[in-house]
């Protein structure tokens, strides 16, 4: 049965600084998605990687897939308060899609 | 492009009572549609999968009498709550997925039901 491991599952961080969100999945899949939910809201799409090797940005944030080790990272650059909020990664099983459990972001002034 | 509407946004009703909620893609055809349910501070959990003209599959331990999907176009699936107990209430979210080639889902904005 596939997993899909992210940590940490909360995270409290000061603005300013940077850090980075894991994503481990247990099958192979070579795409894999990040999603921002704030509460109370729906999901919100960041990034779609769709290759070993990809790399995608968008302001604060960027986004990696390693399929060979199973591994998307999710790097936060100087984090500021509208960060704050629920992120997904979601890795594709062709079929459907299987979501992590989320990491819970507050980013402190 | 690529948006996904649902309907009703939020839903109170009685137990005992049926609740359907619709999910459109507006801009694109959805050859298949996802269901989800969301309890508070929780993951997103798939409950069925759905394709247009076909009968829904649904996940292991989601009972399919209770949760009724039609999906009878490729821009329209519903999703009927039967009988609804206070345990069904959650975040119930819509998915469709279009013809770019690959799997990107399109989520809808979600309906929060609360059965009382």
């Known amino acids: 049965e596939l997993k899909v491991e992210q940590n940490p599952l909360f995270l409290s961080m000061q603005e300013g600084k940077n850090y980075t969100i894991y994503c481990n999945y247990s099958t192979t899949s070579d795409r894999l998605y990040w999603y921002r939910q704030d509460p109370g809201k729906s999901l919100e799409s960041l990034f779609v990687l769709l290759s070993n090797g990809a790399v995608k940005q968008e302001g604060r944030l960027m986004a990696s897939l390693d399929t060979k080790a199973r591994l998307s990272t999710l790097h936060i650059t100087a984090a500021v308060h509208d960060l704050s909020a629920t992120y997904f990664c979601a890795v594709d099983m062709m079929k459907d899609m299987r979501f992590g459990a989320g990491t819970r972001l507050t980013v402190k002034p | 492009g690529a948006v996904v509407s649902q309907h009703p946004s939020r839903v109170i009703c009685k137990s005992g009572t049926s609740v359907k909620i619709e999910c459109r893609s507006l801009?694109?055809?959805?050859?298949?549609m996802f269901w989800y349910r969301q309890f508070p501070k929780q993951s997103l959990m798939l409950m069925a999968t759905?394709?247009?003209?076909?009968?829904?599959?649904?996940e292991q331990g989601v009972e399919k009498d209770k949760f009724l999907i039609n999906h009878a176009s490729l821009t329209l699936s519903t999703l009927t709550v039967t009988s609804a107990h206070p345990e069904d209430s959650s975040f119930y979210i819509c998915s469709g997925v279009g013809l770019s080639g690959y799997n990107e889902q399109f989520f809808g904005p979600g309906t929060r039901l609360t059965v009382l």
């Open positions: 759905s394709n247009e003209g076909s009968k829904a599959t649904y």
């Open positions: 801009d694109f055809q959805a050859t298949t």
